[in-house]
DNA sequence: GTCTATACTCTGATAGAC
DNA sequence: GTCTATCAGAGTATAGAC
């Protein structure tokens, strides 16, 4: 995860050095506890409370190092977004369509499963209107998902993946691996909570999309 | 949508007849307000200020046509359930396989593109793990969904669709269908606000399920 | 840097007139 | 049945001692 965290206060010239070990640790400390809470229960269902208890720290202390709540939450959906964007860059114009397309819906597979709380951050963020990440999904997000869409077609037109609409592969990609982790809940309530919810998950999508792209 | 709605107050033997024509219409209006609200805030980020000026209603007469805010929350659950498990009631053990199945999916497309207010009610529910209907996806989803995998494993078996883990199977049909209602807000980022957020969407699922369930 | 005490706002809910 | 006025509690944020 990235953290490039805007300093807080008058940072002037003089004191660079203040920026101290322990300062990010708290700073890492209160973004860790911030996700878990903020996932779990969405911006207003979050309290700085619940933050400051899952932090072990007190709650004026989390505001000594975040200028409020709503900060605190921009600056998760900040550090979130680019690892969020990253598995669908890394798509190779020059490999062989098929098992590119299969590479990053693996890639983005596992981001579900190591990245849960990411996952439901952005889940809530988004099913209420994406107030605070509008701007960048109408900019860099549109523009990645047009450039994909724009190879995918190439493509279905070269013959080397079956011709399917680009748009809503990439959807139905995003929609089966984040339901893993957004829905959690429900199927683990369904499979039993002992079972990983992934659990073979991959091996379905494998043959899902083998089967819809092979070019025919 | 159903509304068998649980009275409220005192209702002994006598007054049977006490439940207006109005009445009825203000809960109505009432919970449909509440589900404009819910459903775009969640729970805890919805206020009853909110709801109130959306029903054009006072707050205190919400408050006197239901015992609180969490009643009313509940009351669209359970509204909510039976409808939404319907379709999965539907699907026919006499009937062709693929087409069965097909028509489920569409069915669940439909209300996607019917009732997104209502998914979105429900994603949120799920988000936060599920606490208020925990019991019923344990029992009666849970049940249903253990029925269904048996029925679809038997076809399998039968060589009538290909061989697949009916357990994805469902979560795949919930996850693609369910993501044009839950995050439609991205998608009409990304591909423009005039654009019918499930515009081609039942046309690429019927190719991405004939492909995969085709006996082979 | 961190804490205790506290100010202030928001919001769910009630009282009571009409 | 519906409203105005108001209370009580929760929750964000600040003051100020240490």
């Given at each position: 995860?990235?953290?490039?965290?805007?300093?807080?206060?008058?940072?002037?010239?003089?004191?660079?050095?203040?920026?101290?070990?322990?300062?990010?640790?708290?700073?890492?400390?209160?973004?860790?506890?911030a996700?878990?809470?903020f996932?779990?229960?969405?911006f207003?269902?979050a309290?700085?409370?619940?933050?400051?208890?899952?932090?072990?720290?007190?709650?004026?202390?989390?505001?000594?190092?975040?200028?409020g709540k709503e900060a605190i939450h921009r600056a998760l959906l900040?550090?979130?977004?680019?690892?969020?964007?990253?598995?669908?860059?890394?798509?190779?114009?020059?490999?062989?369509?098929?098992?590119?397309?299969?590479?990053?819906?693996?890639?983005?597979?596992?981001?579900?499963?190591?990245?849960?709380?990411?996952?439901?951050l952005?889940?809530?963020e988004?099913?209420?209107?994406?107030?605070r990440?509008?701007?960048?999904?109408?900019?860099?997000?549109?523009?990645?998902?047009?450039?994909?869409?724009?190879?995918?077609?190439?493509?279905?037109?070269?013959?080397?993946?079956?011709?399917?609409?680009?748009?809503?592969?990439?959807?139905?990609?995003?929609?089966?691996?984040?339901?893993?982790?957004?829905?959690?809940?429900?199927?683990?309530?369904?499979?039993?909570?002992?079972?990983?919810?992934?659990?073979?998950?991959?091996?379905?999508?494998?043959?899902?999309?083998?089967?819809?792209?092979?070019?025919?």
């Amino acid at each position: 995860m990235a953290q490039a965290n805007a300093q807080r206060g008058s940072s002037g010239a003089a004191e660079a050095r203040t920026t101290t070990r322990i300062q990010r640790r708290n700073r890492r400390i209160i973004l860790d506890a911030a996700l878990e809470v903020f996932s779990a229960h969405g911006f207003r269902g979050a309290t700085l409370d619940q933050i400051a208890a899952e932090a072990g720290l007190s709650k004026p202390n989390i505001l000594y190092y975040f200028d409020g709540k709503e900060a605190i939450h921009r600056a998760l959906l900040t550090d979130l977004l680019s690892t969020w964007l990253d598995p669908l860059r890394m798509l190779n114009p020059e490999g062989e369509p098929v098992a590119e397309i299969m590479g990053y819906m693996r890639r983005k597979l596992a981001m579900s499963r190591e990245f849960p709380r990411e996952s439901r951050l952005f889940a809530n963020e988004i099913l209420q209107g994406a107030p605070r990440i509008e701007a960048v999904i109408r900019t860099d997000l549109r523009a990645l998902v047009d450039d994909t869409a724009a190879l995918l077609r190439r493509w279905a037109d070269q013959g080397r993946i079956a011709p399917v609409d680009p748009y809503h592969l990439i959807f139905s990609i995003w929609a089966l691996t984040q339901h893993y982790a957004d829905f959690e809940a429900q199927i683990r309530m369904i499979r039993g909570d002992d079972t990983d919810p992934t659990d073979g998950a991959e091996a379905f999508m494998d043959t899902l999309y083998t089967r819809l792209l092979a070019p025919r």
